[in-house]
């Protein structure tokens, strides 16, 4: 594997175009080797306080800590067909006085896994930090249009009004939901500490015999200098469920953003025109087409959150069929699974801050789709006008909605909505309503409830976090 990759082979989009710099750093080989080495130096940190490694060895392996070569190591790995075997050589070929004692007492995964567990912990922060403050944009915008009357949409056909603020506010608490569950899962996984091959501690055990330290103490001392907690229980790998619980958040995550974007994309369809991402001076939306303004960022979050949704059932089935103290069928998958789910998970939140933060709300659309729209509307207003003052609610009912779908027709031929006449004129209606009284039922903007008040609510939820 060289240094630096040309464009004569194949590139990952996460190695350039997906992802910030930030996350593909915590990823990358050389942080990988950066913490094996780490976690090897502390291990014998702790084994010359037990008196296994002498102090000279010690600070050999300390010296030449960061000497890295991973070009070295690939060499090597050529002939050992062992990562971990080869970076063990490599390392103890600089570091010749403490060479010797790398990895004593310890397994592959006592490296591997709990190095693993420290970068999901520094991609967790990220990721975490993104969230919230994504959340916190979501609050500002919600607090601006809160009560900003819009007419609110089931089976993309009109319904009842909202107000934009309330329908970002859903987006929001969803995302609230996705930060709860990611504060659980980074409380709930842990890594699987110094437990040696099949997680009896065994090797350590038999290591420390004649000293002072057990091998409980040494497994605890080791993953507190790293800032790590281990499970009780561990076999040669920490249990992949967590990897499952992981990647479940993340896609929870993808979700509510894919449902935030895709529900963009139809409101800045021109049928629509409500809502539309930014869109740059110098923005190109189509080759062919020079007037086209597509959604691409939105349409970006859907894709990689496509992407994401299929990587779960993947840790599952590596939990599912590890079988007995462990196999190596999920090694080879979780070389892409964890960092290509925090890569694409990043690159939605970086795209849907960018979405937020500069959303077009067209208030002469949104004012334009009411008006139209807003006398079908007013049909349950109407409707519970009449019922409490004496009429049948479902004879009612039926009689309404044959007035409106009279009225749809000629709206669906270009014309005015004719359903405010009807109403005001028809001899049923008229029983139990003054002209006044319904021109008042058909001003929209008074029926959305308690929303706006909710949703205000819910930004001071936000600002707490």
Not at 43 to 50: D, K, N, T
Not at 375 to 396: H, N, W, Y
């Amino acid at each position: 594997m060289p240094q630096a990759f040309g464009f004569e082979t194949y590139l990952s989009p996460f190695t350039w175009r997906y992802g910030s710099p930030e996350m593909r750093r915590i990823f990358s080989v050389k942080h990988k080797h950066e913490l094996w080495r780490k976690i090897w130096v502390t291990l014998a940190e702790v084994e010359q306080q037990a008196g296994i490694i002498s102090k000279s060895e010690l600070n050999d392996l300390k010296e030449n800590q960061a000497k890295l070569n991973i070009e070295r190591i690939l060499e090597l790995e050529k002939t050992t067909r062992h990562d971990v075997v080869a970076a063990i050589r490599e390392f103890s070929e600089t570091a010749k006085v403490g060479g010797g004692k790398i990895h004593l007492g310890a397994t592959s995964m006592d490296i591997v896994d709990n190095a693993e567990m420290l970068c999901i912990g520094e991609a967790l922060t990220l990721i975490t930090t993104q969230v919230r403050n994504l959340l916190h944009v979501f609050a500002q915008q919600i607090e601006t249009n809160a009560k900003h009357v819009c007419m609110g949409y089931t089976h993309l056909q009109p319904a009842e009004p909202t107000t934009v603020g309330y329908r970002l506010s859903f987006y929001a608490q969803d995302l609230l939901i996705d930060w709860n569950f990611l504060e659980f899962v980074t409380k709930t996984i842990v890594a699987k500490g110094m437990k040696g091959a099949v997680g009896t501690r065994a090797s350590f055990d038999k290591l420390l015999q004649g000293t002072k330290m057990t091998a409980e103490n040494l497994d605890e001392q080791v993953m507190k200098k790293l800032g790590l907690s281990s499970v009780l229980i561990a076999n040669q790998v920490y249990t992949r469920k967590f990897d499952y619980l992981l990647l479940a958040a993340l896609n929870s995550i993808a979700s509510t953003l894919a449902k935030f974007a895709s529900d963009l994309r139809i409101l800045q369809s021109p049928m629509f025109g409500e809502w539309s991402e930014p869109f740059g001076k110098t923005q190109v939306g189509s080759s062919a087409m020079p007037f086209k303004k597509n959604p691409i960022n939105s349409e970006k979050i859907c894709s990689l959150a496509r992407f994401v949704n299929q990587l779960p059932s993947v840790a599952l089935e590596n939990a599912t069929l590890s079988h007995l103290e462990r196999t190596l069928d999920d090694s080879a998958n979780k070389r892409l699974i964890i960092s290509q789910a925090f890569l694409a998970v990043d690159e939605i939140l970086i795209s849907a801050g960018k979405i937020l933060s500069g959303l077009v709300v067209n208030k002469e659309r949104i004012a334009l789709n009411l008006t139209l729209f807003a006398p079908f509307a007013a049909c349950e207003s109407i409707l519970i006008a009449v019922v409490k003052k004496g009429a049948d609610r479902q004879t009612m009912h039926e009689h309404l909605r044959q007035l409106s779908m009279t009225a749809w027709k000629e709206v669906q031929q270009g014309k005015v909505n004719p359903l405010p006449e009807l109403l005001k004129n028809d001899p049923q209606i008229r029983k139990y309503l003054q002209a006044a009284e319904i021109t008042a039922l058909l001003d929209v903007t008074r029926h959305t409830g308690d929303a706006a008040k909710r949703a205000l609510r819910l930004t001071r939820q936000l600002k707490k976090l």
